[in-house]
Nanobody
């Protein structure tokens, strides 16, 4: 079972970018999925999370600009980033609380980071 993120890159201030993350492997269930980010010299922070039923939570710094969504048929989570600014520059990682088939309990899974750079 693994997570793989896609969609990072260079974007101009005020622009938009969409990150995707898909879980693959022998999956029994997926609970909460989320996006975290870590900027240079800063601690990792939660950007947004979404429960299995679609309840969402956002960091104050991205409310109104970012939207998290998921497609349970594809075991995927997305982050639509609008009106980005240089402070959004960071490595973004996806997260999922998943249970693999053959495992009796769910656990934390992390995808590899994808770099988002906001610059003109």
């Amino acid at each position: 079972v693994q997570l793989q993120a896609f969609g990072g890159g260079l974007v101009q201030p005020g622009g938009s970018l969409r990150l995707s993350c898909a879980a693959s492997g022998s999956i029994f269930s997926i609970g909460t999925m989320a996006w975290f980010r870590q900027a240079p010299g800063k601690q990792r922070e939660l950007v947004a999370s979404i429960t299995g039923l679609g309840g969402t939570n956002y960091a104050d710094s991205v409310k109104g600009r970012f939207t998290i969504s998921r497609d349970n048929t594809k075991n995927a989570v997305y982050l639509q980033m609008n009106s980005v600014n240089p402070e959004d520059t960071a490595v973004y990682c996806c997260y999922a609380f998943m249970r693999g088939r053959g495992s009796s309990t769910p656990r934390d899974y992390w995808g590899q980071g994808t770099l988002v750079t906001v610059s003109s």
